[in-house]
């Protein structure tokens, strides 16, 4: 076939020159992000935005957030609260919840947004955990179970 055959592209050395070698790779694969009070750092500085507080209704007790910068009200349901509480706060070793749903989102927040740091070390990932933030207080999308029970664990 002519020059555009995909096929004779892959052997041509502009291909092979944009794929990562052995040592990239490996430092790409022993990436542990930030130290830990970094990350509690950064979870304190983009949970500031908002309140979090009890939400009584016929059905329980939910929970009602503040978007201190919008000024508005996003709900959870008690049903939701239960979930959240019962499958993915992080407990002590009594089986206490030692964070509440605000912190859930903002440790998931920053550990999504920390994975650019893999790839640029010198990136400010504020603004993408905070954007994440926002999407998870909002429910405009919400991560699977492993992302929400082991997030920077």
């Known amino acids: 076939m002519g020059e555009t055959d995909i096929s004779s592209f892959r ?4 291909f092979y020159s944009n794929v990562p070698g052995i040592s990239e790779l490996q430092n790409i694969r022993a990436f542990v992000g930030q130290k830990e009070e970094q ?9 500031k935005r908002y309140t979090l507080e009890d939400c009584e ?3 329980g007790v939910g929970y009602k957030i503040h978007d201190n910068q919008k000024d508005k ?3 959870f349901t008690p049903n939701s609260r239960d979930t959240l509480e019962e499958r993915y706060l ?3 070793e009594d089986k206490i919840p030692i964070e509440n749903v605000l912190d859930l989102f903002a440790r998931v927040a920053v550990h999504v947004a920390e994975a650019d740091l893999k790839y640029n070390a010198s990136k400010n990932i504020k603004p993408v955990a905070e954007e994440f933030l926002e999407t998870l207080i909002y429910k405009e999308f919400m991560p699977n179970t492993p992302t929400l029970g082991n997030a920077s664990r």
Do not use: A, C, Q, V
Not at 11 to 14: A, D, E, L, S
Not at 39 to 47: A, F, M, N, T, V
């Open 90 to 92: 992080e407990r002590d």
């Open 39 to 47: 990350r509690k750092y950064l979870e304190g500085e983009i949970k």
């Open 57 to 59: 209704s016929n059905y």
């Open 73 to 75: 009200y996003i709900f």
């Open 11 to 14: 052997h041509t050395p502009i």
